[in-house]
């Protein structure tokens, strides 16, 4: 049980930085333009409906800039969520990790997985017969 467990909070993490990516991908494709606002929309302005257009927070003021920072902390977010998420600090990090991807513009959804695998990640406990530390 404990197994999986640990699976399916690696997973959820795992996915949380890949849909991160993907906001990253969307916002370094509108270039290097100011926002207008801290409400933005990943893909841009030729999409229809909010939802559709990958909607994201950022507080960064370039549209590239925040893109780069997005996949950058998408993929530490994947990685520590693949490899450090059962150390004793993991989920505390991933926790912090998946808040500060909300500030740079990774979505709303990537970050809520992230809490929800940070989360997951407090109960766990690593696979007997490994260190943790």
Known sequence: MAR?????????????????????????????????????????NGCQGFNNCLPAMTVVPNFYTSGVLTIILSLIVLGWSAVRIVRPRGPLVLAILSIILLLVGGGFLPPILGLVAAGLGTRLRPPSGTMSG
């Open 4 to 44: 999986a467990a640990i699976v399916v909070t690696k997973a959820i993490g795992i996915f949380a930085g890949l849909l991160g990516v993907v906001h990253g991908y969307y916002e370094t494709q509108q270039g290097s333009v100011a926002p207008s606002g801290i409400i933005i929309t990943a893909i841009g």
